[in-house]
């Protein structure tokens, strides 16, 4: 009795330290994320659709440059840019001249803009007491065909469900150093303020500005991202996550 007691003791210690771990490679991932996308031009291509059907799938690709202007493009064509402090615009030149979008309009890119970056935040906060502390667990580890390798995150629970929790996929370049990962992909259930449930699927990138000569050039993306409807939501999405 008192060795199987021992046997429990040592796994359990085992997968907490197991569990530590992951959590602190993860959390050591999204610090380098955060920083990276806070000082170079941030691609997003995200993707919502709700659980109850209630809310039509919508899709864009959205920019940051820090400090500067936003971009949103979406399937239809539209294009709107916003600089830093002002407003939405409709807008081919990132802002430098357009037309004001009205006031519907305006909050559905908010709605785009806030999303796009939430799962940079935090692991987010849970609304189901029940099942404990959320628990961050690497769930797969694997190299592509080119050398790069990709790293997956589930931000869990202590007594989990068989329901959909979010994954945070971090991506690390053939050759690179055991840390230099970065946000590549999000996955997983994301509440708005209004309480409503939805399913964000975001990847993303950035570029960085090269000198050519004497000049820094950062291309801008030409990617679009696949045909869609957009939603229809004026609330301001919040950092809860399943």
């Known amino acids: 009795m008192r060795l199987v007691l021992l046997l429990l003791a040592l796994l359990?210690?085992?997968?907490?330290?197991?569990?530590?771990?992951?959590?602190?490679?993860?959390?050591?991932?999204?610090?380098?994320?955060?920083?990276?996308?806070?000082?170079?031009?941030?691609?997003?291509?995200?993707?919502?659709?709700?659980?109850?059907?209630?809310?039509?799938?919508?899709?864009?690709?959205?920019?940051?440059?820090?400090?500067?202007?936003?971009?949103?493009?979406?399937?239809?064509?539209?294009?709107?840019?916003?600089?830093?402090?002002?407003?939405?615009?409709?807008?081919?030149?990132?802002?430098?001249?357009g037309k004001p979008v009205k006031s519907a309009r305006s909050n559905q890119l908010n709605v785009f803009a806030g999303y796009a970056v939430i799962p940079l935040k935090s692991k987010g906060e849970s609304r189901d007491k029940s099942q404990g502390a959320t628990v961050v667990r690497l769930i797969d580890q694997h190299t592509e065909?080119?050398?790069?390798?990709?790293?997956?995150?589930?931000?869990?629970?202590?007594?989990?469900?068989?329901?959909?929790?979010?994954?945070?996929?971090?991506?690390?370049y053939k050759n690179a150093d055991p840390d230099d990962a970065v946000l590549y992909k999000f996955s997983g259930p994301i509440y708005s303020q209004g309480g409503t449930k939805v399913q964000l699927d975001a990847r993303y990138g950035y570029l960085v500005a090269v000198k050519m000569d004497v000049n820094v050039v950062t291309p801008p993306p030409t990617s679009s991202p696949q045909s869609s409807v957009a939603p229809s939501i004026s609330a301001s999405p919040s950092a809860k996550q399943h």
């Open 145 to 172: 065909k080119e050398g790069d390798e990709e790293l997956v995150f589930e931000t869990g629970r202590e007594h989990q469900t068989n329901v959909n929790y979010p994954t945070y996929t971090f991506l690390r």
């Open 12 to 97: 359990a210690a085992l997968s907490l330290s197991g569990a530590e771990q992951s959590e602190a490679r993860f959390e050591k991932f999204m610090d380098r994320s955060r920083k990276i996308f806070e000082t170079n031009h941030m691609v997003v291509d995200l993707q919502l659709s709700s659980y109850d059907n209630k809310i039509p799938p919508a899709e864009c690709h959205y920019d940051r440059y820090p400090g500067k202007v936003e971009r949103i493009r979406l399937p239809d064509g539209g294009t709107f840019a916003r600089k830093q402090g002002g407003k939405w615009l409709e807008s081919e030149d990132w802002g430098e001249s």
